[in-house]
């Protein structure tokens, strides 16, 4: 017999509440349509609805209904009209549906009940209905619930009582043909007032285009869409089209496009939404697509217990609970669940050409969980407002998070764990859909932040759009399905959205014949191939081979080019630096990590967390971890329950049959101050007058959270004292959340770009020199990833001077001894590969052999080599000679130690700091190292994945004091010893 239920608990004492209530007074009840409710009659009528509501639910049997988007059909200064809500699964018995409505962000849903209204609840199961004497210019909400004895639907919509403009949801397909194409009606998440017109065009998908509201180059259109769906008829088989709305009145407009093929073509899905959850049921929205797919694919839903539930290709496996579900025309309601328990939800659309899959965690009532943003999007932008897409998750968090975005100045706005300073507007409620900030500055910047916050914890996404002319910049790219003959590239996301938007074009070829120069792409298979609006699956391919996606992103102000590497036979995943997207007292919130290349078959991705210095990762196995290890392969995890002032380290393991790739971020809690750690620079693109810097990642992110900013100068004149800049041409600009284009700049000229990353615990600095005309790439050293018995990982490789034009940078693996480089050739080598994207697992190997790997970086200008040695046996390390980064009166930065041997097992690699001299008087006794042990040290720090910035020791760095640092590496083969030394000082006043 299943458990008592908290739902009969509650009801208990609602009924008994509801009971004591309505007979102790308020006689004077109000019409339920009247905006002037008095307390009494909310409370009564709020705890009636409540305690009816969870009794019906307790005792019913049947289906819950679900409720299709509503539509707003008019709006004045004073009133708003809703017409009749519409079921996508009417449920049994009938439900009654009741609408309400209430200001736009006090108006609030939970488990069904709806609180803070303003008129409600009326029964709208039979008609729609009139709000009337409303307040001019202002945002309300209306939601309607449809609920049975077995369950409820929840849906909302916005609008104003004055001009406002419009935002459609996504599109989708009724169904397609050889020769035609039927496109549904399309809804809206804010009608618009007033009520815009909505016209739809239809045209070859690498053709027709809208810039603004006005389309180009289109087959058919425009048609009236606004009530009524449209099939488009005389269509060329085996053809791709992509359709496109426009909804716009005279405040502004929104569109939306989605691509379909009257031949055969895979679906892909948009990212997973849940519009309800209690207890005892999770309900998930219908799924939408970016491209629908033909023949119309089935679209099954799973659920299962978060970690016990998993997807490979398009097979679910593990402890399902429920499913499959057909989730093509509606949403579903998971019921009989387990109270305080957390559920994957995953979707797998397929037709008999290929497949898409999603996923989403959501808990139970009573479970807390922070929520996880996603990455965020612009669906539209003009010279005076940028609309943001609806935010989505991948957790949803419990309770259901506020969802709130702020728009400010791209160099003003700032966040600091959840709170936002120097905004413009904000904060908007953007839980229910998307926003248009409106009355901006022409030819401007702005930065737009979201903050998802409930009582678990919070999660921040950022993006950056401008007004004016503004070049795009690509987020790592990830491949969501592949098989034995097809690759599937997931939709690419922006962390500089572009304006005006840009074209996003996606190219595949063999990963040794295809290359990109500038914005150019040669040598390719398939592409160029449109992807601003989805995925899209290369098929055709052949099995046992790797191969190169890459995509440029591009419009009239400049470009981003990203790629990733796929095979369609065992390959080992790659993943990329990781970042944080939120961090208290208490937790630390991973951002999902992604892969530069994805692996095959698809890996684990697993996280770990542990006390910095303790944790540990040894031939691709965790040790000295504080929490099971957690599935990150479909989403970031905020790990809580964590100490307060505490150093930790979060190493995430992607692995699949073929090898593994580690990576690890440094992270302390709320507090516990700590300076961030910058890894190299990169430039992601360069011509004759500006240059892109990508966006700066860290191996220690820094607590409390950094500014970081960039400037750029002439190279000889700019200059850094500490964390102060001098001489230069523009900066500061802040780069914490996506990379920058300097524009403007002088051709032929060659520039320094110098980023400080700063918090109240200390600095780093990098610089990185490039020129707008012809100048060699400048390597740094190189790094080794990961090893096993048959394979050597090499990371990709950075630069000190990045290059112009872009180099080509190509790894090659031969026997220490045998290979070997003369004038830029190298000779002797075994296997050689294009790392300018990405690190590449050399595998194939032979057991306990030492190998040495030559990296060369090559342009038109020159070229720069770097080498390192491995072996897949055990080997000591050798070190490199020490760097210091940076040095000021009261603190020294040593860079991150490089080998000129790895190492293998992956070496410790410790840095301790002392006195240089001895002092009697002073109490100051030297720092030595015997063999591998350091005597008289003041501080020791674990610099195996980053620099150090020493500073704040027991009673500070004097000034004027010479100091030493020793860096021992080690493991089970032997050590390394490096030192070097530098006085503190006052670089200005030298």
């Known amino acids: 017999m299943k458990r008592l239920s908290p739902r009969i608990i509650i009801a208990l004492i609602i009924l008994s509440l509801t009971f004591s209530c309505s007979n102790s007074g308020g006689s004077s009840a109000k019409s339920n349509t009247s905006s002037g409710l008095d307390s009494d009659s909310v409370t009564t009528m709020m705890?009636?609805?409540?305690?009816?509501?969870?009794?019906?639910?307790?005792?019913?049997?049947?289906?819950?209904?679900?409720?299709?988007?509503?539509?707003?059909?008019?709006?004045?200064?004073?009133?708003?009209?809703?017409?009749?809500?519409?079921?996508?699964?009417?449920?049994?018995?009938?439900?009654?549906?009741?609408?309400?409505?209430?200001?736009?962000?006090?108006?609030?849903?939970?488990?069904?009940?709806?609180?803070?209204?303003?008129?409600?609840?009326?029964?709208?199961?039979?008609?729609?209905?009139?709000?009337?004497?409303?307040?001019?210019?202002?945002?309300?909400?209306?939601?309607?619930?449809?609920?049975?004895?077995?369950?409820?639907?929840?849906?909302?919509?916005?609008?104003?009582?004055?001009?406002?403009?419009?935002?459609?949801?996504?599109?989708?397909?009724?169904?397609?043909?050889?020769?035609?194409?039927?496109?549904?009606?399309?809804?809206?998440?804010?009608?618009?007032?007033?009520?815009?017109?909505?016209?739809?065009?239809?045209?070859?998908?690498?053709?027709?285009?809208?810039?603004?509201?006005?389309?180009?180059?289109?087959?058919?259109?425009?048609?009236?869409?606004?009530?009524?769906?449209?099939?488009?008829?005389?269509?060329?088989?085996?053809?791709?089209?992509?359709?496109?709305?426009?909804?716009?009145?005279?405040?502004?407009?929104?569109?939306?496009?989605?691509?379909?093929?009257?031949?055969?073509?895979?679906?892909?899905?948009?990212?997973?939404?849940?519009?309800?959850?209690?207890?005892?049921?999770?309900?998930?929205?219908?799924?939408?697509?970016?491209?629908?797919?033909?023949?119309?694919?089935?679209?099954?839903?799973?659920?299962?217990?978060?970690?016990?539930?998993?997807?490979?290709?398009?097979?679910?496996?593990?402890?399902?609970?429920?499913?499959?579900?057909?989730?093509?025309?509606?949403?579903?309601?998971?019921?009989?669940?387990?109270?305080?328990?957390?559920?994957?939800?995953?979707?797998?659309?397929?037709?008999?050409?290929?497949?898409?899959?999603r996923q989403i965690v959501q808990s139970t009532e009573g479970l807390p969980a922070a929520p996880v943003l996603n990455s965020l999007s612009i669906s539209s932008s003009d010279s005076n407002s940028i609309t943001i897409a609806r935010p989505t998750f991948s957790t949803a968090g419990n309770p259901t998070p506020t969802v709130q975005a702020y728009i400010g100045y791209s160099s003003t706005i700032l966040v600091s764990g959840s709170t936002v300073s120097g905004s413009l507007q904000g904060p908007v409620d953007v839980s229910t859909g998307a926003y248009q900030f409106s009355g901006l500055s022409a030819n401007t910047a702005?930065?737009?932040i979201v903050v998802a916050q409930n009582s678990m914890g919070y999660s921040v996404q950022q993006i950056v759009q401008g007004t004016a002319g503004m070049a795009p910049v690509l987020n790592s790219l990830s491949v969501s399905s592949f098989d034995d003959t097809s690759i599937t590239?997931?939709?690419?996301?922006?962390?500089?959205?572009?304006?005006?938007?840009?074209?996003?074009?996606?190219?595949i070829g063999n990963s040794s014949t295809i290359s990109v120069s500038g914005s150019i792409v040669s040598g390719s298979l398939e592409g160029p191939v449109d992807v601003s609006t989805g995925g899209h699956q290369f098929g055709g391919l052949n099995g046992d081979t790797t191969y190169k996606i890459i995509v440029v992103a591009q419009n009239a102000t400049g470009y981003s080019v990203q790629q990733i590497n796929q095979s369609t036979a065992g390959i080992a995943p790659v993943l990329n630096s990781l970042s944080l997207s939120s961090f208290d007292d208490t937790s630390i919130t991973l951002a999902q990590p992604t892969l530069s290349t994805a692996g095959n078959p698809a890996p684990t991705v697993r996280a770990y967390i542990g006390y910095n210095g303790i944790?540990?990762?040894?031939?691709?196995?965790?040790?000295?971890?504080?929490?099971?290890?957690?599935?990150?392969?479909?989403?970031?995890?905020?790990?809580?329950?964590?100490?307060?002032?505490?150093?930790?380290?979060?190493?995430?393991?992607?692995?699949?049959?073929?090898?593994?790739?580690?990576?690890?971020?440094?992270?302390?809690?709320?507090?516990?101050?700590?300076?961030?750690?910058?890894?190299?620079?990169?430039?992601?693109?360069?011509?004759?007058?500006?240059?892109?810097?990508?966006?700066?990642?860290?191996?220690?992110?820094?607590?409390?959270?950094?500014?970081?900013?960039?400037?750029?100068?002439?190279?000889?004149?700019?200059?850094?004292?500490?964390?102060?800049?001098?001489?230069?041409?523009?900066?500061?600009?802040?780069?914490?959340?996506?990379?920058?284009?300097?524009?403007?700049?002088?051709?032929?000229?060659?520039?320094?770009?110098?980023?400080?990353?700063?918090?109240?615990?200390?600095?780093?600095?990098?610089?990185?020199?490039?020129?707008?005309?012809?100048?060699?790439?400048?390597?740094?050293?190189?790094?080794?990833?990961?090893?096993?018995?048959?394979?050597?990982?090499?990371?990709?490789?950075?630069?000190?001077?990045?290059?112009?034009?872009?180099?080509?940078?190509?790894?090659?693996?031969?026997?220490?001894?045998?290979?070997?480089?003369?004038?830029?050739?190298?000779?002797?080598?075994?296997?050689?590969?294009?790392?300018?994207?990405?690190?590449?697992?050399?595998?194939?190997?032979?057991?306990?052999?030492?190998?040495?790997?030559?990296?060369?970086?090559?342009?038109?200008?020159?070229?720069?080599?770097?080498?390192?040695?491995?072996?897949?046996?055990?080997v000591a390390p050798v070190l490199n000679d020490l760097v210091i980064s940076s040095y000021d009166k009261d603190s020294i930065t040593l860079a991150r130690p490089t080998f000129s041997t790895a190492g293998n097992p992956a070496p410790t690699v410790t840095a301790y700091i002392g006195y240089t001299y001895t002092n009697v008087l002073l109490l100051r006794f030297k720092i030595s190292v015997s063999g591998n042990t350091v005597s008289n040290a003041l501080q020791s720090h674990d610099v195996s994945t980053g620099g150090y910035q020493f500073s704040n020791l027991v009673t500070g760095l004097s000034d004027g004091v010479s100091y030493t640092i020793i860096v021992v590496a080690e493991n089970s083969y032997g050590y390394s010893v490096k030192q070097i030394s530098q006085e503190t000082k006052c670089q200005l006043c030298w």
């Open 47 to 357: 705890l009636v609805t409540l305690g009816s509501r969870i009794m019906e639910m307790i005792f019913g049997s049947g289906n819950a209904p679900v409720l299709n988007d509503l539509v707003i059909t008019s709006t004045d200064p004073t009133s708003i009209t809703l017409s009749q809500p519409t079921l996508a699964k009417k449920g049994e018995p009938s439900p009654a549906v009741r609408a309400f409505i209430g200001i736009s962000g006090n108006i609030m849903s939970y488990a069904g009940v709806i609180f803070n209204y303003q008129q409600g609840p009326i029964d709208v199961s039979q008609s729609g209905c009139v709000f009337e004497d409303l307040e001019p210019g202002t945002t309300y909400t209306i939601m309607v619930v449809a609920y049975n004895d077995n369950g409820f639907s929840v849906v909302q919509i916005m609008q104003r009582t004055s001009l406002i403009p419009p935002v459609l949801n996504s599109l989708s397909i009724g169904f397609s043909s050889s020769t035609s194409i039927l496109l549904n009606q399309p809804t809206f998440a804010t009608a618009g007032n007033p009520a815009p017109t909505v016209e739809a065009y239809i045209g070859y998908n690498d053709t027709i285009t809208v810039s603004g509201s006005t389309v180009s180059n289109w087959l058919q259109g425009p048609t009236d869409v606004s009530m009524y769906s449209c099939q488009f008829w005389g269509l060329t088989p085996n053809e791709t089209y992509k359709i496109i709305v426009v909804a716009e009145n005279d405040e502004g407009y929104s569109v939306q496009q989605i691509i379909q093929s009257t031949s055969g073509i895979a679906p892909v899905l948009s990212s997973l939404s849940v519009s309800g959850y209690d207890t005892e049921s999770i309900t998930l929205a219908r799924p939408t697509f970016s491209t629908a797919g033909n023949p119309a694919p089935t679209v099954q839903a799973y659920i299962g217990l978060t970690g016990s539930i998993s997807v490979s290709g398009s097979v679910v496996s593990g402890s399902t609970l429920e499913g499959p579900i057909d989730v093509s025309a509606a949403g579903y309601q998971f019921g009989d669940l387990d109270i305080e328990t957390s559920y994957t939800i995953i979707v797998v659309a397929q037709n008999n050409v290929g497949y898409s899959t």
């Open 489 to 507: 590239l997931a939709q690419p996301t922006f962390s500089t959205a572009g304006n005006p938007a840009p074209t996003v074009q996606a190219y």
């Open 615 to 874: 944790i540990t990762v040894i031939s691709g196995v965790a040790y000295g971890y504080l929490q099971d290890p957690v599935d990150v392969s479909a989403g970031g995890h905020q790990f809580s329950g964590l100490n307060d002032r505490t150093a930790y380290t979060i190493v995430v393991i992607a692995r699949n049959s073929i090898g593994y790739s580690v990576q690890q971020i440094n992270q302390s809690t709320e507090n516990s101050p700590v300076a961030p750690v910058l890894r190299s620079l990169s430039i992601s693109a360069s011509d004759t007058s500006s240059i892109t810097l990508a966006q700066p990642t860290f191996s220690t992110a820094g607590n409390p959270t950094p500014t970081v900013e960039a400037y750029i100068g002439y190279s000889g004149t700019i200059t850094v004292s500490g964390s102060s800049v001098s001489g230069s041409l523009q900066g500061p600009v802040d780069v914490s959340a996506g990379g920058y284009q300097f524009s403007g700049l002088n051709t032929n000229t060659e520039y320094t770009i110098v980023v400080v990353a700063q918090n109240s615990a200390g600095y780093y600095v990098r610089q990185i020199t490039q020129s707008t005309a012809g100048i060699a790439p400048v390597l740094d050293s190189l790094d080794i990833s990961a090893f096993g018995s048959n394979s050597i990982t090499i990371a990709q490789p950075t630069f000190t001077t990045a290059g112009s034009p872009v180099p080509s940078v190509t790894a090659y693996i031969g026997y220490n001894g045998t290979i070997g480089i003369l004038y830029g050739t190298v000779y002797g080598f075994l296997q050689s590969h294009d790392v300018s994207t990405g690190a590449y697992q050399f595998s194939g190997l032979s057991t306990n052999m030492t190998y040495r790997i030559i990296v060369v970086a090559q342009n038109s200008a020159g070229y720069s080599v770097q080498e390192i040695v491995q072996s897949t046996s055990g």
């Open 446 to 448: 702005y930065r737009i």
